[in-house]
Structures are given as structure tokens and as C-alpha cells.
């Protein structure tokens, strides 16, 4: 191999590194000394300092995500989280390709089916997946509450979570503050447990103009 060849194959290995490295870092988080944070009106997930789930509490701690919208995987048509005013919203980022996504989806469904009438929607966002899989993977599974179809992930970009990890679940409280994130499956006891806390919860006063 000649020097220069030898030169070139350096420098690729060396991007290659450079780039391994860049999702880590975007994966773990800088050592901020604090697992998420919420900066000023709207909510800003930063780092999870290497943990995987991350609460928000008590609900004044808790910062409203941006509004997020896209079109529906089998409609077609818009979807908005001010579709869901007023209700509790479990966001969850998935696709038919990923093996932990598939292991949590029938709890999911189960969640949504128990506390719909309390109030709870549940909004999908499918992430790199062809439409067609990820419509018959939603027909397969008898999945009822609807998804945003989001292939590039330019709607997590508004919700400003990590779009290296999935499945991830977000969690808002009825003023669509966060109040929980999931960098995991979640299991449906849990998320039970939590969506009928936060369904349960005054509302927010109003803040005075």
C-alpha cells in the first residue's frame, strides 16, 4: 500500500472514530451534574446523565414541550398535540424495526385502552421505518391510537429528545408540561401507575397576563 494510500485510510478511520464518538456523546450526555434540563418557557431535554428514566416533579418544576405535528400513518392526514388539549399525552418514538419497541407495544396499547376514559391519549411517532411496514405493523398489532409518521425525525426535533434512542417514551402532564421520559422500554405497570397520577392532578392556574 502506498503512503498516500495508507494516509487515506487514516483519515477515514479517524472520521469514523471522530463520528462513534459524536453519538455517544449525544447518547450519554455531557457531565452537567444534573439528568435533564428545563430551560427557560419550553422544555429542553439536554442530558440524561446516563440514566434512563427521568422525572419531573413537582409539576411547577415542569416546562411545556413544543407543539408537534405530522401526518398519520394510515390517514394520512394532520395530527397535532393540540389535537389533545387538556388531556394527559404519552408520546412514544418507535419503529417496526426495533426489538424493544416490539416487546412494549401490547403493554402500551394495554395502558391506552385502561385510561383513555381518564383522560389519557397516547400519540406515536414512527421513526425510520417505510410507511407500508408501519402500517401493516399497526394492523397486525391492533393498534389503536394514532402515530405521526416521521422517517427523517423532524418532529422530534420540536419535541427535542434524543433521536438516537428508541424506543423513547415521553410523558406530559394535561398542560402538556413533560413529566417523565422513558430512554427504555416501559413496562405498563409503570406507565399506568404514572399516567393516572398525572391524570389525577389539578390543573394547572392559569398564569395572570
Not at 494510500?5 to 471522530?18: D, F, G, I, N
Not at 397516547?122 to 397486525?140: E, P, S, V
Not at 406530559?172 to 422513558?182: C, K, Q, S, T
Amino acid at each position: 500500500m502506498s503512503v498516500i494510500a495508507r494516509t487515506r485510510s487514516r483519515l477515514r478511520a479517524a472520521v469514523v472514530a471522530v463520528t462513534a464518538a459524536s453519538i455517544v456523546i449525544a447518547v450519554a450526555g455531557c457531565g452537567t451534574g444534573k439528568d435533564a434540563v428545563a430551560q427557560g418557557d419550553t422544555f429542553e431535554f439536554v442530558s440524561p446523565g446516563g440514566k434512563t428514566t427521568i422525572t419531573y416533579d413537582p409539576p411547577t418544576s415542569r416546562k411545556k414541550v413544543r407543539v408537534i405535528r405530522g401526518s398519520d400513518v394510515v390517514t394520512g392526514q394532520q395530527l397535532s398535540l393540540d389535537d389533545f388539549t387538556g388531556k394527559v399525552v404519552v408520546i412514544n418514538v418507535w419503529g417496526q424495526w426495533c426489538g424493544p419497541c416490539r416487546g412494549e407495544t401490547a403493554g402500551l396499547e394495554d395502558t391506552y385502552t385502561a385510561t383513555k376514559d381518564l383522560g389519557v391519549e397516547f400519540l406515536g411517532i414512527n421513526l425510520r421505518d417505510n410507511r407500508q411496514d408501519a402500517q401493516d405493523y399497526i394492523a397486525n398489532r391492533k393498534i389503536t391510537y394514532p402515530s405521526i409518521f416521521d422517517y427523517p425525525g423532524r418532529t422530534l426535533v420540536d419535541l427535542t429528545t434524543p433521536t438516537s434512542v428508541v424506543p423513547t417514551t415521553v410523558v406530559l402532564d394535561r398542560a402538556h408540561r413533560a413529566a417523565a421520559v422513558f430512554l427504555r422500554t416501559v413496562t405498563a405497570d409503570e406507565l399506568s401507575a404514572l399516567v393516572r397520577r398525572l391524570a389525577a392532578e389539578s390543573p394547572p392556574t392559569p398564569r395572570v397576563p
